[in-house]
């Protein structure tokens, strides 16, 4: 699995510490450092099943400044890959890339519902 994440983020954290309590096994990859590509995003989009809003950091400076909470509603799904693709700290984090799933942001009982089987 890839765990996609911001080293500073505690929620990152949070996530990370879920994983290596339940030993999952995963590849950490820092998401300022190595910015997900258009083609990474859309591929993660389409195996999520959510919307691509999910895949936006609505809480972050970068979407702020943008204004993106006005132009998204409008802007082509194309347009939101490319421009999602140019900063790291436009997505969503963290992310959690699996075989079968993509999951966006640390909800716990999302998480527990994915990755650990009962």
Request: aromatic fraction near 10%; glycine fraction near 4%; hydrophobic fraction near 35%.
């Amino acid at each position: 699995m890839d765990f996609i994440c911001y080293p500073k983020c505690s929620t990152c954290a949070k996530a990370k510490a879920f994983l290596n309590q339940h030993n999952i096994q995963f590849t950490e990859r820092d998401i300022k450092t190595n910015n997900p590509t258009k083609t990474e995003l859309q591929n993660w989009h389409k195996k999520s099943g959510l919307p691509l809003k999910r895949f936006f950091n609505t809480s972050g400076l970068l979407y702020k400044q943008h204004a993106l909470k006005d132009k998204l509603p409008t802007m082509p799904e194309e347009e939101q890959y490319a421009l999602l693709a140019t900063d790291g700290m436009l997505v969503k984090r963290p992310i959690l890339v699996g075989e079968n799933f993509v999951l966006t942001g640390f909800k716990l009982a999302e998480w527990e519902a994915a990755l650990l089987q009962k």
